[in-house]
């Protein structure tokens, strides 16, 4: 069964950073593209970012390109999303993934992110 858990969320200014991380358990790590979402009060989850475990390439949406990075740590099995210059509208719920493509196998139970002004 595949489990994420999400970590990391928090409040923070608008211009200020924040790591999310997802630890991962119950499926082999190495063979998944795991992914991050978000969601916003009334509107539609939509992807972040998206990292390949077994080669590490990675995707990211246009509106977080060059402020946010994902990583992940084979050994520890997590995958991380460092946001650097964040902006109000980053505010969301984020979530963990895997794959990054639907179907998916598994969700995180999501993590606040709130940016102020």
């Known amino acids: 069964e595949v489990q994420l858990v999400e970590s990391g969320g928090g409040l923070v200014q608008a211009g200020g950073s924040l790591r999310l991380s997802c630890a991962a358990s119950g499926f082999t790590f190495d063979d998944y593209a795991i992914g991050w979402f978000r969601q916003a009060p009334g509107t539609e989850r939509e992807g972040v970012a998206c990292?390949?475990?077994?080669?590490?390439?990675?995707w990211y949406a246009q509106s977080v390109k060059g402020r946010f990075t994902i990583s992940s740590d084979n050994a520890k099995k997590t995958v991380s999303l460092q946001m650097n210059s964040l902006k109000p509208e980053d505010t969301a719920v984020y979530y963990c993934?895997?794959?990054?493509?639907?179907?998916?196998?598994?969700w995180g139970q999501g993590t606040q992110v709130t940016v102020s002004s």
């Open positions: 993934a895997a794959p990054c493509i639907g179907p998916y196998d598994g």
């Open positions: 990292i390949s475990n077994s080669d590490h390439s990675t």
